[in-house]
């Protein structure tokens, strides 16, 4: 096996019943190091929560290195797929590939990344820097994805910077060539899987 599971789960069959939605969809969180929110099932391997508050009834459902283990859910079986900064730090294509498997059609791959021209993203540890042209660009993910919707969050140097120089340089523009005025992006994307069929 390629995976753990937390002693809270006498078996992954115990975990999917627990946790799948009425419709038995299940719903992912991807990196969630000691916080997974309601609903959704945590996986993890930890190496990347040292800046976290360890904590046992907080710790993943599953223990697995998400970078190389496939996710151990089966195809379609998935209705929301999310990490929040996660992505940074992992092989992407293998990430893309998985969670493309497990949604379901209408399904939804939400992410948060830090924002690659921002102190947050230029932060250590991080292995890519990742701005929404990556996205827009990168054939794999979209062959595998449409980008449904996008939020770009201001950084608080952005907030604090005079009404004056905002109007003559607004926040979608000086995002994209000013060092620190978006903190993080959040994309929500849909498996392109009923294109496919």
Known sequence: MTYTLHPRWSSIEELIE???AEDGAL???LGCGYVTPEGFIGLDDLTGAAAQHPSEELAPDVFLDLNRVPLPFAED???????SHFLEHSNLDHIFDQVFRVLRPGGTFLFVVPYANSAEGMFPGHQIFLTERFFYE?????????IDREHYTPSEIWE???KPLKKLLPFD?????LFNVCNQMT???SPRKQEAR
């Open 18 to 20: 627990a946790r799948a």
């Open 27 to 29: 719903k992912l969180d």
């Open 77 to 83: 079986s998935c209705g929301e797929v999310r990490g």
């Open 138 to 146: 990168n054939l794999h993910f979209q062959q595998l994805f449409r």
């Open 160 to 162: 604090t910077m005079p």
């Open 173 to 177: 523009q000086a995002r994209q060539v």
């Open 187 to 189: 994309i929500w994307a």
